[in-house]
């Protein structure tokens, strides 16, 4: 069974740092590209970045949304099954539930972002 | 960036009838090289995380009840639930991934009429 889980989310002050960490199970870890995404309060969703998985000719790419780069900074570890998002200069804006999700399965050629299993999510608020 | 506009904002279908979601991109999420539409269609209930339900535009997920059906090409796409049932309430995404950034739709609550 897939599984994906969220931790280190918790209350921090604007400006300071906070990473997450997002341990899976259920599958082989490296064959796939892992997402983020946060939804704050009431809002939609919104995607943070992602990682690709090893096996797709440009493996281990990194991507972020235009909000978060530059203070954000998305690693995994495959030996371990653990995504990271290491968040920086933290921001009252970045109060959201942060969710990592699964997918795509990379293959040499191709790796699309289809997130077909999601966390449960861990909660961020960022105030003073 | 590609925009997802979805409509309606919200939608009250009474048990039974169907319910008809649209999302429109601002371009078009057809992969010419293998005529597949890089769009995803994803169920979120409260204090849940979102549920993915139909992608590449029309294929149903494993599990998803056949009462989901996805259409379209290129820029338009409209999710259907042919029969709508109480555990069908919930707000309804679309997502493109044809180009990082990765977008979605504003969301489509369905109620119960």
């Known amino acids: 069974e897939v599984q994906l889980v969220e931790s280190g989310g918790a209350l921090v002050q604007p400006g300071r740092s906070l990473r997450l960490s997002c341990t899976a199970s259920g599958f082989i870890f490296g064959d796939y590209a892992m997402s983020w995404f946060r939804q704050a309060p009431g809002e939609g969703l919104e995607w943070v970045g992602f990682?690709?998985?090893?096996?797709?000719?440009?493996?281990?790419?990194?991507q972020y949304a235009a909000s978060v780069k530059d203070r954000f900074t998305i690693s995994r570890d495959d030996s371990n099954s653990v995504a990271y998002l290491q968040m920086n200069s933290l921001k009252t804006e970045d109060t959201a539930v942060y969710y990592c999700?699964?997918?795509?399965?990379?293959?040499?050629?191709?790796?699309?972002?289809?997130?077909?299993?999601w966390g449960q999510g861990t909660l961020v608020t960022v105030s003073s | 960036d590609i925009v997802m506009t979805q409509s309606p904002d919200s939608l009250a279908v009474s048990l039974g009838e169907r319910a008809t979601i649209n999302c429109k991109s601002s371009q078009s999420v057809l992969y010419s090289s293998n005529n597949k539409n890089y769009l995803a269609w994803y169920k979120q209930t409260p204090g849940q995380p979102p549920k993915l339900l139909i992608s590449?535009?029309?294929t149903r997920e494993s599990g998803v009840p056949d009462r989901f059906s996805g259409s379209g090409s290129a820029t338009d796409f409209t999710l259907t639930i042919s029969s709508l049932q109480a555990e069908d309430v919930a707000v309804y995404y679309c997502?493109?991934?044809?180009?990082?950034?990765?977008?979605f739709g504003g969301g489509t609550k369905v109620e119960i009429k």
């Open positions: 997502k493109q991934y044809y180009s990082p950034p990765l977008t």
């Open positions: 999700g699964r997918g795509g399965h990379c293959s040499t050629t191709t790796c699309p972002l289809v997130i077909d299993y």
């Open positions: 590449w535009a029309s």
């Open positions: 990682i690709r998985g090893k096996a797709y000719v440009y493996g281990g790419t990194i």
